[in-house]
């Protein structure tokens, strides 16, 4: 039972323009969600937050939107970088007492080309 | 501020034998997590301790599985005994509560 979906394992985008990575979810408890970056060889790392109050939450170059009513959220990079090329994460938790327990997407793998 | 620590960083192992792996998390975090990644997925929570106590092992193999987290502070991830589907790198996490997750680099299994 896949409660996070990203369905998208790569995607490949020419170097600043905008890259659009896409989850869904299922789990209607679920009202925080995250979106975690991953280089080679090392953990994850936070990159952009959004609780389910909100639709949009912007960060510099990252932007994260959500859709409740379709389950949906997406993250937007503009513009993007080849530092960027990495593995992206779609997570989500529903909030229990403050803590987080984090379900997480499959990956998508972002290919930032010159 | 210092990351979460892990060790080893890479592990191989045969079928059947046991191995154990190390976490230290960021100074004052109180919470502490163990996730499984495999090849091709995203991680999955393991057990997530509260301070010492266990909050959720839920998705904790326990018949072959355990873990433990002495004095709040760091944690041990043991697997007796091994098998082939072991093979993954597992993630120890920390935070603050409420606030994101803060992952180490990982330790690869790999059993054989």
């Known amino acids: 039972d896949q409660q996070v979906k990203q369905n998208s394992p790569s995607l490949s985008v020419q170097e600043g323009r905008i890259s659009i990575l896409n989850c869904d979810y299922t789990?209607?408890?679920?009202?925080?969600f995250l979106w975690y970056k991953k280089y080679p060889a090392e953990g994850p790392t936070f990159l952009i937050s959004?609780?389910?109050?909100?639709d949009k939450n912007e960060d510099g170059r990252f932007t994260v939107f959500l859709n409740k009513s379709a389950k949906h959220l997406s993250l937007h990079i503009v513009p993007s970088q080849p530092g960027d090329s990495a593995v992206y994460f779609c997570a989500a938790s529903p909030r229990v007492q403050g803590a987080q327990k984090l379900v997480f997407g499959q990956g998508t793998r972002l290919t930032i080309n010159p | 501020e210092a990351g979460v620590a892990q060790s080893p960083r890479y592990k191989i192992i045969e079928k059947r034998q046991s191995v154990a792996f190390w976490c230290n998390p960021i100074?004052?975090?109180?919470?502490l997590y163990w996730y499984q990644q495999i090849l091709g997925q995203g991680p999955k929570l393991l057990i997530q301790f509260q301070n010492n106590g266990v909050v959720d092992d839920s998705q904790l193999p326990k018949d072959r599985f355990s873990a433990e987290r002495l004095k709040g502070v760091d944690s041990t991830l043991k697997i007796q005994p091994a098998k082939l589907e072991d093979s993954a790198v597992y993630l120890c996490a920390s935070s603050l509560l409420g606030s994101p997750l803060h992952f180490g680099n990982g330790t690869r299994l790999t059993v054989t």
């Open positions: 959004i609780s389910s109050i909100k």
């Open positions: 789990n209607s408890m679920f009202d925080y």
């Open positions: 100074s004052g975090h109180a919470t």
